[in-house]
């Protein structure tokens, strides 16, 4: 059984208007991982949530998707691609190079930023550089990410995800603007004004 499911939240209330379009069996005998409007959502709701990108990311940051007047933004074809590649990640294995050329407005860094919280999420890597051309963009892009971590829906479908890493004495292990460390992922801010070697957190290193 796949470990992330073996930590997930009893019954956390959601926010009015979040709602997931989820599939999975009702009044199935699994653990229960979440409560979307007083319906109990379970392991299979979860699974269902993560064999499609498009809903994974529209259920999950619903926000994100939608014009200011409420509608949904339909996403492009470009944006599918990049998705299905960062569904492609498997651990252990090296990926493909993925590079994205988008226009201006084309949401390059939101979607980056989620795409980084669902490396995390899946399970593809525990730990990831976000590198920008200089530091201070890197520590805000690390810092939208913890922002993404720290939403009530990772909460309820990833809590480990969202569970900042502590220390023995309660302290918090990493979540500043150059690094955050949950209890399952790590993400570090790196720019290319900065001199960086020999990068590992533990005994993992990016790849």
């Known amino acids: 059984m796949d470990s992330r499911r073996d930590d997930m939240a009893d019954g956390v209330p959601l926010p009015a208007g979040m709602v997931a379009p989820l599939g999975g069996r009702r009044g199935a005998r699994l653990e229960p991982v979440g409560i979307i409007r007083g319906v109990t959502a379970t392991v299979a709701d979860l699974t269902h949530l993560e064999s499609d990108p498009t809903l994974w990311r529209y259920t999950l940051f619903p926000g994100y998707h939608a014009a200011p007047n409420g509608i949904t933004i339909p996403s492009a074809p470009f944006?599918?691609?990049?998705?299905?590649?960062?569904?492609?990640?498997?651990?252990?294995i090296r990926p493909r190079p993925y590079i994205a050329l988008w226009f201006r407005g084309s949401a390059k860094s939101t979607s980056a930023e989620m795409v980084t919280v669902a490396v995390g999420a899946l399970g593809a890597r525990p730990y990831a550089i976000y590198v920008c051309d200089t530091q201070t963009r890197a520590d805000d892009h690390v810092g939208n990410v913890a922002t993404l971590l720290e939403s009530p829906m990772i909460a309820t479908f990833y809590p480990a995800l969202a569970r900042r890493r502590v220390g023995k004495y309660g302290a918090s292990k990493g979540w500043r603007r150059e690094r955050i460390r949950t209890t399952s992922f790590t993400v570090d801010a790196l720019g290319l004004d900065t001199a960086a070697r020999g990068i590992k957190i533990d005994e993992d290193r990016p790849g």
């Open 79 to 92: 944006h599918d691609d990049m998705w299905m590649w960062a569904w492609s990640l498997t651990p252990g």
